[in-house]
């Protein structure tokens, strides 16, 4: 084998290749030393690239060797017996035995219980109420003129309408925003900083002694809520689930449920009010093109730019050897704009007629709320178009977009009115 290897450079961006040699090369010879600042602030400078050259690839600063097309991506993703689920990273935030990281009947039985509320015939049951919240907020939100549409508009009807379906109904809104924004920080920190693992401890403490509170309640008006069926659910008959193992899988709904549908529709409103031509076609007719944006929003910015990955045995994807026990991130944001598998990738266009996309994972482990955020991001959008009328972005301001994990505008200033 060929041990020569060669530098090549693209701007900021360094990657150390072996030649192309055989047999397979490791994954771990294959090496993007790209900081982690520089892929929070822009992920997609580094993709295309990448995804040219080097698919397959080690970026030590995430931890993970990351996958960028889309095939290699459908390949890595479909294959739930060598690709398993990740262990370390949910198990550090959520609690062990968590949905994330379960797999085989475990996983099923856990699974099937959170989805009972979420299928498709449930989640159109829960429209008028979705549409009830949304414009309530907005009719309160439309004097002031202008917002941070991401964290003042979005982010609150989402954390109350999903908060309620998953049991949360009767926890106040401030309560909920910061359970989210410090287990959001436990995800993205991985305990390097001491003030944001203390502040999600406190969190997890808090959550611990909600459920314990909550349980008598789920036992007598078990209702139609994720909490409720957890408690239940596949279990034998005249036993239930206890707080403790309620916790971890009620944690991964509040960061999971939370911001996800936040996420896309600023994304999407953002691709929107960011492209004039887009924004003229959308509002002919805003009723029919909600859809389509929010699928387009979906593709172009998925709310989470990646989903993990354990190798379960030594497996070759790409060309490239990856060991067993290897944590992969199979990179949505990337395969989502694979100019293998669409036209003109970077470019939003909610008449694009191909509106596939792997925003919300693969396998077994897919996203079981994709018919809430789907269902609830499509509301939005529409009456926020109604509601606020003349909506443009705030030229006084600047939108912030970051992330790489967890992609979206933080900050969306709009205006609306004269």
């Known amino acids: 084998m060929n041990q020569s290897n060669e530098t090549l450079r693209k701007g900021s961006f360094r990657a150390d290749l072996l030649t192309r040699a055989e047999p397979a ?173 203390r502040a999600s401890r406190q969190t997890k403490n808090e959550i611990r002694a909600y459920l314990e509170a909550r349980l008598p309640d789920l036992d007598e008006t078990p209702g139609y ?42 994304s999407t409103l953002y691709g929107l009010l960011s492209h004039p031509e887009q924004w003229h076609r959308f509002m002919e007719d805003p009723a029919a093109h909600a859809r389509s944006a929010i699928e387009e929003g979906l593709r172009w910015l998925p709310p989470f730019g990646m989903t993990e990955k354990l190798t379960t045995e030594e497996v070759e994807l790409g060309g490239v050897v990856i060991p067993a026990g290897t944590e992969i991130a199979m990179v949505i944001g990337s395969a989502n704009r694979d100019p293998a598998r669409f036209e003109r990738p970077d470019e939003f266009d909610i008449a694009r007629e191909d509106r596939d996309n792997v925003s919300f994972g693969f396998g077994s482990h897919f996203c079981i709320g994709h018919n809430v955020a789907r269902t609830l991001g499509e509301i939005i959008l529409s009456e926020t178009i109604e509601l606020l009328p003349n909506l443009r972005l705030d030229p006084d301001a600047e939108v912030l977009v970051s992330g790489w994990q967890a992609r979206g505008p933080q900050r969306l200033p709009v205006r609306w009115g004269a």
């Open 25 to 197: 090369r490791n994954a771990f010879d294959i090496v993007a030393d790209i900081p982690l600042a520089e892929l929070e602030a822009d992920p997609y400078r580094f993709y295309g690239w990448m995804r040219e050259e080097c698919p397959v690839v080690h970026v030590p600063e995430t931890g993970r060797v990351l996958v960028l097309t889309w095939e290699l991506c459908r390949e890595a993703g479909i294959n739930d017996a060598v690709f398993g689920p990740t262990h370390d990273i949910h198990e550090f935030v959520y609690g062990e035995g968590n949905l994330m990281m379960l797999k085989g009947e475990e996983h099923r039985k856990l699974r099937a219980a959170a989805n009972s509320p979420l299928r498709p015939k449930q989640t159109m049951g829960y429209r008028d109420k979705m549409r009830e919240a949304v414009r309530g907020h907005l009719e309160r939100m439309r004097p002031l003129g202008s917002a941070d549409a991401a964290r003042e508009i979005f982010e609150p009807i989402c954390m109350r309408v999903v908060g309620d379906i998953a049991g949360y109904g009767d926890v106040d809104d401030e309560t909920l925003t910061r359970w989210l924004r410090t287990l959001a920080a436990r995800l993205v920190d991985y305990g390097r900083d001491p003030e944001v693992d």
């Open 225 to 266: 809520t994720v909490l409720g069926h957890l408690r239940r659910d596949g279990m034998r008959e005249g036993e239930v689930r206890s707080a403790e193992q309620l916790q971890p899988t009620a944690e991964v709904l509040i960061v999971g449920g939370f911001q996800e549908p936040a996420h896309l529709v600023a």
